[in-house]
């Protein structure tokens, strides 16, 4: 069993931050380099994900300015949805995310 580097609990492969970094950024080389960590233990990407089915804490950086908001809102997209297909890999189902 592999364990988080941040909390030691164990990594299931649908909330590890490496095969949703890999599924977000196409480069699955990320996950042989890089040890599980829970998607909850990182804040950097945790806060981009928007879904009734992973209940967090955290926020997306506030933001004044409208160009800085359209890329904040389009990262939640994105990694929102890599969220939702790395549990769709994983065998499990999700409410398929939609923008408001
Ligand atoms: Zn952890």
């Known amino acids: 069993m592999l364990t988080c580097?941040?909390?030691?609990?164990?990594?299931?492969?649908?909330?590890?931050?490496?095969?949703?970094e890999a599924l977000?950024?196409?480069d699955f080389n990320?996950?042989?380099y890089h040890g599980p960590r829970h998607i909850l233990c990182?804040?950097?990407?945790?806060?981009?994900?928007?879904?009734?089915?992973?209940?967090t804490t955290y926020m997306p950086p506030f933001v004044t300015n409208s160009l800085l908001a359209k890329v904040v809102e389009r990262r939640i997209e994105e990694?929102?949805?890599?969220?939702?297909?790395?549990q769709q890999v994983c065998g499990l189902?999700?409410?398929?995310?939609?923008?408001?």
């Open 79 to 86: 990694w929102t949805n890599s969220w939702v297909q790395l």
């Open 5 to 20: 580097d941040i909390c030691n609990l164990v990594v299931q492969k649908n909330e590890d931050v490496t095969y949703l």
């Open 93 to 100: 189902t999700t409410n398929m995310y939609t923008m408001h």
């Open 42 to 55: 990182d804040f950097s990407r945790a806060r981009y994900i928007q879904h009734p089915d992973l209940p």
């Open 30 to 32: 990320t996950v042989m």
């Open 24 to 26: 977000y950024t196409g």
